[in-house]
């Protein structure tokens, strides 16, 4: 029991599947949060977001949306998932460093735990599960 609770061994089945566990529970959380804006974004009236690029408070809106609805939609099925990671990347990187630069870690906290899985998900792929796999056929090897 004890060789096996340190075993380092891999398992290419397992490694897949946790990749798609995490995609999609990753996919699933930050879609709530991109509704949550889509929400601001179709209310009447003037729109109130912050705006950390200079772009404007509604162009500002959008872009999250963009990143934090379609892009974790796209991670989710295993679509373009390192090109969709990349919008995500850079809005947590904003969340974490810019919006929350002067609060508690406990505000930094869930931004910085996506910002951390987006990159993972930048640098992995989508995994066997995936749309990207059913796309480029492709059997994934990996050396170590």
């Known amino acids: 029991m004890m060789m096996r609770l340190f075993n380092t061994s891999y398992n290419q089945n397992l490694y897949d599947f946790t990749i798609l566990l995490l995609r999609i529970t990753v996919g699933c959380f930050m879609i709530t949060h991109g509704l949550q804006k889509l929400d601001m974004l179709m209310e009447s009236g003037p729109v109130k977001f912050v705006d950390p690029l200079g772009v404007g408070a509604q162009a500002s809106l959008i872009l999250t949306v963009f990143a934090e609805l379609i892009c974790s939609f796209l991670i989710l099925m295993g679509f373009a998932t390192r090109l969709a990671a990349i919008p995500l990347i850079i809005t947590m990187f904003i969340a974490v460093f810019v919006i929350h630069s002067e609060d508690n870690f406990s505000n930094k906290e869930l931004p910085g735990l996506y910002l951390a899985i987006y990159v993972l998900l ?13 796309i480029t056929g492709k059997k994934k090897k990996i050396n170590y």
């Open 122 to 134: 930048l640098i992995i792929g989508s995994g066997r599960f995936s749309v990207d796999r059913l």
